[in-house]
């Protein structure tokens, strides 16, 4: 499928790895007149993009300004009107903690087509890549998806830890890895127990994936140690070592 003149397309991109872009994802980016992608994107995407289109890197880096969520649906909105046809690319996701939607929004409400392609999540692909079924029959029936961004800040994102913790289900965290000790802690007040399992992913599906194993008392002075930073995926539940109990890191 060509993407369309004057259209948006809201791409997810898959966790890391390029081939877990799905058909549509990639028919979008390899006809689109511009892409405009996020940091995390794989260099090996962006080279399916056709030649002559314009490629935009919004995504925040260290020691440069990013763009506000504001500038990025203005750019988007311009490239539309100009005639071209946008590939917005996305880590996993778009509507996962992705601001997808407020670029939806926006789109619409300039009038300009939105077609939204669905990504495969690190919330899924995250654990699924380190050897976590995040439910399995007779373990965990359920799970939760919850942002670590702001566990140690009083806000907390609006974020209730005693109650994430009190459902039932396996926990899986994104942007939580530098607030690895905040969550382990209020997830144990909230009433999980300190040896319940706990791995985190870091990479998932990238080169150099590492995963480390642990429980809620201790993952987070072995993460520490190991030096694992973001981008990493959080999963707590007796799922963790369903399958192995083993890490490679
Ligand atoms: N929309 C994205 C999530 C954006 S928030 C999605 O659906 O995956 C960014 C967070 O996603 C990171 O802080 C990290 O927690 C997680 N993440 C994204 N890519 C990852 C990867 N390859 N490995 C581990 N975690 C990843």
Do not use: W, Y
């Given at each position: 499928m060509k993407a369309h003149a004057g259209t948006i397309y809201?791409?997810?991109?898959?966790?890391?790895?390029?081939?877990?872009?799905?058909?549509?994802?990639?028919?979008?980016?390899?006809?689109?007149?511009?892409?405009?992608?996020d940091?995390?994107?794989s260099p090996e995407l962006l080279k399916l993009a056709r030649v002559g289109a314009r490629i935009v890197d919004v995504g925040k880096?260290?020691?440069r300004a990013s763009r506000s969520q504001d500038e990025i649906n203005d750019l988007l909105i311009a490239l539309a009107r100009e005639g071209l046809s946008v590939c917005r690319l996305k880590g996993g996701d778009p509507f996962v903690f992705g601001r997808g939607g407020e670029e939806v929004l926006a789109a619409?409400?300039?009038?300009i087509p939105?077609?939204?392609?669905?990504?495969i999540s690190s919330a899924l692909a995250g654990p699924t890549a380190a050897d976590v079924p995040v439910t399995h029959r007779g373990v965990e029936s359920s799970f939760t998806v919850v942002t670590g961004h702001d566990a140690r800040s009083a806000g907390d994102a609006g974020v209730d830890w005693q109650r994430i913790a009190g459902t039932p289900g396996s926990i899986?965290?994104?942007?939580?890895v530098g607030n690895l000790g905040a969550i382990a802690g209020k997830l144990i007040e909230g009433g999980r127990p300190p040896d319940e399992p706990?791995?985190?992913?870091?990479r998932a599906t990238l080169p150099g994936q590492r995963v480390l194993s642990g429980t809620l008392a201790t993952i987070e002075p072995r993460a520490r140690e190991a030096g694992l930073t973001a981008p990493a995926v959080?999963?707590?539940?007796?799922v963790v070592g369903v399958l192995n109990d083993s890490e490679t890191s």
């Open positions: 809201l791409v997810g991109a898959g966790p890391g790895d390029p081939k877990l872009i799905t058909v549509h994802g990639r028919e979008v980016l390899e006809s689109a007149d511009a892409v405009v992608h940091r995390l994107i880096a260290p020691g619409r409400a300039a009038g939105v077609v939204v392609v669905p990504g899986v965290v994104l942007m939580g706990v791995r985190v992913v870091e959080i999963v707590v539940g007796p």
